[in-house]
T-cell receptor, first 116, second 114 residues
Framework: DQQVKQNSPSLSVQEGRISILNCDYTNSMFDYFLWYKKYPAEGPTFLISISSIKDKNEDGRFTVFLNKSAKHLSLHIVPSQPGDSAVYFCAANHRDSGGGADGLTFGKGTHLIIQP | ETGVTQSPTHLIKTRGQQVTLRCSSQSGHNTVSWYQQALGQGPQFIFQYYREEENGRGNFPPRFSGLQFPNYSSELNVNALELDDSALYLC?????????????FGPGTRLLVL
C-alpha cells in the first residue's frame, strides 16, 4: 500500500520552461513533506520542504505547493535548467509520531529530463 | 568536511548468505538511518540508530539488524539473504536535534543476491 505516490515515472521539459512534478499521499497523519533530487551514483540530496501549516514554500527557482484537502503537493521549477535533469523524490513524515523515529516515506520518483 | 561514505559500493552474494554494509557518518552527526531502494521504487525506511541504540524501525524482518559505534559509524547486517534483498542500500546521517531535511545521504551500496 503506497502512502506516497508519484504517478509520472518521467517528465520531459524544454529548457527555460516550467517543470511541475506532482505527488499524492494517502496518510492524513503526514504533516511534513520534502523533495529530494537524485543524480545517478549519488545519494538523494534535500531540495525543499513544507510543513502542513503552510500551503506554499519558495526557495529560488523551486516552489512547493501543498493542498491538504486534496492530499496533493507539487514542485515547480522555473526556469528549468539542464542541471535539473535528475530523479525527484517526494517524501513525507509524521513529525509528532512519538516513540522513536519512523523515517521518511518516499514516492517512487519522477525522472525529469530537461531538453535543450 | 567529509560527507557520508558507504562501503562497499557494489556487492554480489548468493541466497542464504549473510552481508554487512558499512556507513561512516558526516562529522558531528550522531543519528544514522538506513533505507532500502529496490529497482524502480523509492527508498524504504529500515531503521534508525541514535547514540548506539535503535530508535525506530520500518516494516523489515528481524534478519535485518544494525549497529552504531561510539564514533557514530554504522553497520547494516542482513542474514539469510533472499533474492528480493537485491537493492541499493542508502545510509543517511543527521546532526543532533536536526530537522528531517538535514539528513545527508551517502551514495549507497548496491547489493545483488543471486
Amino acid at each position: 500500500d503506497q502512502q506516497v505516490k508519484q504517478n509520472s515515472p518521467s517528465l520531459s521539459v524544454q529548457e527555460g520552461r516550467i517543470s511541475i512534478l506532482n505527488c499524492d499521499y494517502t496518510n492524513s497523519m503526514f504533516d511534513y513533506f520534502l523533495w529530494y533530487k537524485k543524480y545517478p551514483a549519488e545519494g538523494p540530496t534535500f531540495l525543499i520542504s513544507i510543513s502542513s501549516i503552510k500551503d506554499k514554500n519558495e526557495d529560488g527557482r523551486f516552489t512547493v505547493f501543498l493542498n491538504k484537502s486534496a492530499k496533493h503537493l507539487s514542485l515547480h521549477i522555473v526556469p528549468s535548467q539542464p542541471g535539473d535533469s535528475a530523479v525527484y523524490f517526494c517524501a513525507a513524515n509524521h513529525r509528532d509520531s512519538g516513540g522513536g523515529a519512523d523515517g521518511l516515506t518516499f514516492g517512487k520518483g519522477t525522472h525529469l529530463i530537461i531538453q535543450p | 568536511e567529509t560527507g557520508v561514505t558507504q562501503s562497499p559500493t557494489h556487492l554480489i552474494k548468493t541466497r542464504g548468505q549473510q552481508v554487512t554494509l558499512r556507513c561512516s557518518s558526516q562529522s558531528g552527526h550522531n543519528t544514522v538511518s538506513w533505507y532500502q531502494q529496490a529497482l524502480g521504487q523509492g527508498p524504504q525506511f529500515i531503521f534508525q540508530y541514535y547514540r548506539e541504540e535503535e530508535n525506530g524501525r520500518g516494516n523489515f524482518p528481524p534478519r535485518f539488524s544494525g549497529l552504531q559505534f561510539p564514533n557514530y559509524s554504522s553497520e547494516l547486517n542482513v542474514n539469510a539473504l533472499e533474492l528480493d534483498d537485491s537493492a541499493l542500500y542508502l545510509c543517511a546521517s543527521s546532526p543532533p536535534g536536526a530537522a528531517m531535511e538535514t539528513q545527508y545521504f551517502g551514495p549507497g551500496t548496491r547489493l545483488l543476491v543471486l
